[in-house]
């Protein structure tokens, strides 16, 4: 079954570095998210993207933050100047529609993020 | 908008025994709903889904039913195994419905 790849699984950075965070979503699918579950609270929505475009974003993805989709197969989470506070597991996912209108979205293994 | 109420964990059972996880809902209009699994060390996976009212969604003997006289959609397995343990989250659709809101997540553990 076709599934989503994130890597690298865990990264360690020093506070106030750059870190990108690489996803390969299900190639089909046209719509591609990442969200964001810190240590033992709820899984929270960062940002929706499609037709290489934002579609939305919540609150958390300030100016820090940034999506890109370079090649056609990777969709990528920049985090600048990183903090102590973006330390979490960041997950992608990917679906083949809205998901208002039913369809799932799936997602990858996640990468824990550690700022030091 | 859009938001879930989950019923908070962790719930610990013994192997074949029955398992309810509450779930209730807040929202415009009739949603989609799911159900996600997060084994440990692993990420969301997706359990099942229903996408209109009296819709049952099941998949590897869980069961939901999409009841909106209730706004409820809760998980129910008949004999659970040592497995299933794992945490267990109900989402839906929120914003422009271009993200899905999470419940807080039921921690499972099944015990032989």
């Known amino acids: 079954e076709p599934e989503v790849t994130q890597t690298p699984s865990h990264q360690v950075t020093q506070m106030g570095q750059e870190v990108i965070l690489r996803c390969v979503p299900i190639s089909n699918h046209l719509y591609f998210y990442w969200y964001r579950q810190i240590l033992g609270q709820k899984v929270e929505f960062l940002v929706s993207f499609y037709n290489n475009e934002i579609s939305e974003k919540s609150e958390i993805f300030d100016d820090q933050f940034s999506v890109e989709r370079p090649d056609g197969s990777n969709f990528t989470l920049k985090i600048r100047s990183t903090k102590l506070e973006d330390s979490a597991m960041y997950f992608c996912?990917?679906?083949?529609?809205?998901?208002?209108?039913?369809?799932?979205?799936?997602f990858g293994d996640g990468t824990r993020l550690s700022i030091l | 908008g859009n938001s879930v109420t989950q019923m908070e964990g962790p719930v610990t059972l013994s192997e074949e025994a029955f398992l309810t996880i509450n779930c209730t809902y807040t929202?415009?209009?009739?949603?989609?709903l799911f159900w996600y699994v997060q084994y440990p060390g692993e990420g969301l996976q997706l359990l099942l889904k229903a996408t209109k009212a009296d819709d049952k969604g099941s998949n590897k003997g869980f069961e939901a039913t999409y009841r909106k006289e209730t706004t409820s959609f809760h998980l129910e397995k008949g004999s659970v195994q040592v497995s299933d343990s794992a945490v267990y989250f109900c989402a839906l659709p929120s914003g422009s419905a271009r993200q899905l809101t999470f419940g807080s997540g039921t921690q499972l553990t099944v015990l032989p």
């Open positions: 929202a415009t209009g009739y949603p989609s």
């Open positions: 996912a990917s679906s083949l529609g809205w998901t208002g209108q039913g369809q799932p979205q799936h």
